[in-house]
């Protein structure tokens, strides 16, 4: 078992920046692709980023490309989200979740264990 925890959300202005934390406990996940994914009020689970398990590849969703930057820590098993240049658009609860498999699955369901998910609030 894996357990995941974001930290890092919160109320920002548009034009702002937040850095999301995942941590994971349990079986370590240095081995895992680790994902960032959010969902907005009425809307579906969307990918946001994914990174391999060394650190050295990286994938993005379209929308948050050159804004957003995912790293790891495998000596903490954390794994971090910075998000700069923020927009209303981002407003989400953003999750982070475990996959066994490299190139990066965008699709939510093919992902292993999720964490609870941490509010992120983009104020215009």
């Known amino acids: 078992q894996v357990q995941l925890v974001e930290s890092g959300g919160g109320l920002v202005q548009a034009g702002g920046s937040l850095r999301l934390s995942c941590a994971a406990s349990?079986?370590?996940?240095?081995?895992?692709?680790m994902g960032w994914f959010r969902q907005a009020p009425g809307k579906e689970r969307e990918f946001v980023a994914a990174?391999?398990?060394?650190?050295?590849?990286?994938y993005y969703a379209d929308s948050v490309k050159g804004r957003f930057t995912i790293s790891r820590a495998n000596v903490r098993s954390t794994v971090y989200l910075q998000m700069n240049s923020l927009t209303p658009e981002d407003t989400a609860v953003y999750y982070c979740?475990?996959?066994?498999?490299?190139?990066?699955?965008?699709?939510?369901?093919?992902?292993?264990?999720w964490g609870q998910g941490t509010q992120v609030t983009v104020s215009s």
């Open positions: 979740a475990t996959d066994r498999s490299w190139p990066a699955s965008v699709t939510w369901s093919e992902y292993d264990y």
């Open positions: 349990g079986r370590t996940v240095d081995m895992y692709t």
């Open positions: 990174i391999n398990w060394s650190g050295g590849s990286t």
